[in-house]
């Protein structure tokens, strides 16, 4: 992998699953990108959504029986880029409020997700 991929990217990562997560920030940070908040909760995500100093953020649908709407709305609101990681591409109706979003179906090998990301920050 490219280090040069992600090499300015500041990333948001918002995923419940310990170990995905930890593979995400693995991932990631081998590509350059720097990872400026890991959450597992919607509560510390929304802090960092509403003042966090980040360029674009991956999220998961669902953080347990929460789900991540109010983090992409104000993610929305602020102009930052934002994908979904999920294994729930069809079956949530959350996703309907942004179809233009990038959808990146779990499990999603490395080069995929540096890949998506890459598209969402577009030239840099």
Partial sequence: MDRADLKSARILLVEDNFLILMELESTLREAGAEIVGSCITLESALLLANDGDFNTALLDIRLG????????????????????????????????????????????????????????????
């Fill in 65 to 124: 029986q929460e789900t991540i709407v109010p983090v992409a709305r104000c993610l929305a609101r602020r102009g930052i880029p934002f994908g979904f990681y999920t294994a729930q591409t069809e079956a949530d109706p959350s996703l309907a409020e942004w179809p233009e979003a990038m959808i990146l179906e779990k499990p999603a090998s490395s080069k995929a997700i540096v890949a998506a990301l890459a598209r969402m920050l577009g030239p840099r």
